[in-house]
């Protein structure tokens, strides 16, 4: 069947929660007890072999909130046929967007947000099965104007021009074909966040490490926030097993005022930290620029809550971030992450993208290649990774020796195994049901 041939004709979204609190997975200096969530989308199509799958990440209660938002959004979807999916991405994703009611909840943050996240990812995994490539494959060869033509410049135009991303892509598509076959040949290097989750003891914390460096890992982050003396033994002893080689970096998950930043940023000096992440409130853009004013020799990290690409272009702009974490459920989707990396090209500014949760590292391992192929020239190439969750995820991320193997399946990759998906569906799965 041809794309004009194939119609939507339903969504059915999921609320998806893993108990993962149980093991102290997740937790940080402000998330204490989260419970690893999607909120998943199925898009049906009249073609009983073809089905597009999206989610967003949540930490557990709310997700109820993101799935009721998207019954909002369906009828901008329904009864769309692939082709116009294609062919009419930016316009759909506007008025998703640009919802007359619903932007009054956002306008493009919060639970609107992630909604709309959810649903594109699934119309960009749905319009790649349909072509039969995984996502990163479909997007590097797409004509520039049609790729244009799919992503968002409102409001960043100030920042970045559509002919300057026009030159970039253009720029980079003069090599393609053997910078595929590099990344397929050596995958995309990443750090690993698993080993240091702030509920975890000095001994889970050891152990973890010796299996990382037995497999290859050279890059550690780990999180900061409880107590500066006690970071202080943590990172001390963190340095003693990888070695002063091997590259660390901390998390403090936005615990800290801008003041005691720095303070207690100054205090780890001794560390050579590769990145200082969410030292402070992330929404705070001059503070974390006073921060790097006050620590010039420390490099400060951000995006995982950066709530759309306004907010980006203003971080970036400011040079309020050294490293730019985008986030693949935060903002929504690919029609306002590709401008961003657009940007963060423009003013020479590495991507780091943020994983783990579920489903995102599936959803970044695709992200990194585009960025790598079609937009960056950035040297310091690096994406996390925390293995959480994979055992619900059909055919997770693979990662070998530090690197994301690069991933050849159809599609946008997260996709919850259906057992899994019955067991812990809120609160009617099997596992919610019988926990008290
Ligand atoms: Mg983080």
């Avoid at 200096?29 to 009983?48: M, Q």
């Avoid at 253009?170 to 966040?193: D, H, M, S, W």
């Amino acid at each position: 069947m041809l794309a004009h041939q194939i119609r939507v004709v339903g969504i059915k979204t999921h609320d998806v929660r893993f108990p993962t609190s149980l093991d102290n997975v997740g937790t940080d200096a402000v998330h204490t007890d989260c419970d690893y969530s999607a909120t998943y989308v199925e898009i049906f199509t009249d073609n009983p072999r073809l089905l597009g799958i999206g989610l967003t990440f949540t930490i557990g209660k709310g997700n109820d909130l993101c799935v009721s938002c998207i019954d909002y959004l369906k009828p901008f979807v329904l009864n769309k046929t692939v082709y116009e999916l294609e062919n009419n991405m930016q316009d759909i994703w506007l008025q998703c967007t640009n919802h007359s009611q619903l932007r009054w909840l956002g306008p493009e943050k919060g639970v609107v947000h992630l909604a709309v996240a959810a649903l594109f990812n699934g119309i960009w995994d749905l319009i790649c099965k349909f072509y039969e490539k995984p996502l990163w494959k479909y997007v590097v060869e797409l004509n520039t104007d049609d790729l244009l033509d799919k992503i968002s410049f409102s409001y960043i135009d100030d920042a970045i021009s559509s002919s300057e991303a026009r030159s970039i892509l253009e720029q980079k598509k003069r090599n393609l074909v053997p910078a595929i076959n590099n990344v397929i040949q050596n995958g995309f290097p990443c750090y690993t966040t698993a080993v240091g989750w702030l509920g975890y003891s000095d001994e889970k914390m050891t152990k973890l490490i010796h299996n990382a460096l037995e497999n290859g890992w050279t890059h550690f982050k780990i999180k900061v926030g409880q107590d500066i003396n006690q970071d202080f033994k943590r990172l001390k002893l963190v340095r003693n097993l990888i070695g002063p080689k091997n590259v660390l970096m901390i998390d403090a998950n936005q615990v800290w005022s801008v003041n005691e930043s720095i303070c207690f940023i100054n205090k780890l000096k001794e560390f050579n930290l590769f990145f200082v992440e969410e030292p402070t409130n992330p929404d705070d853009i001059l503070g974390f620029g006073k921060i790097k004013a006050a620590l010039p020799h420390v490099k400060l990290a951000t995006g995982e809550v950066c709530h759309n690409r306004v907010m980006f272009k203003q971080f970036l702009e400011n040079r309020s971030l050294d490293f730019c974490q985008i986030d693949s459920c935060r903002m929504a989707s690919l029609n306002e992450i590709i401008p961003i990396m657009l940007l963060a090209e423009k003013l020479n500014i590495p991507i780091i993208p943020h994983a783990g949760g579920v489903g995102l590292c599936e959803y970044v391992q695709h992200l990194n290649i585009i960025n790598k192929l079609l937009i960056s020239n950035n040297k310091i190439e690096l994406s996390e990774y925390a293995e959480s969750c994979v055992e619900h995820i059909e055919n997770p991320a693979v990662i070998n020796r530090g690197h994301y193997c690069t991933p050849l399946n159809s599609g946008y990759s997260a996709i919850i195994k259906k057992k899994s998906l019955e067991d812990y569906s809120f609160p009617s799965g099997n596992y919610w049901k019988f926990s008290s």
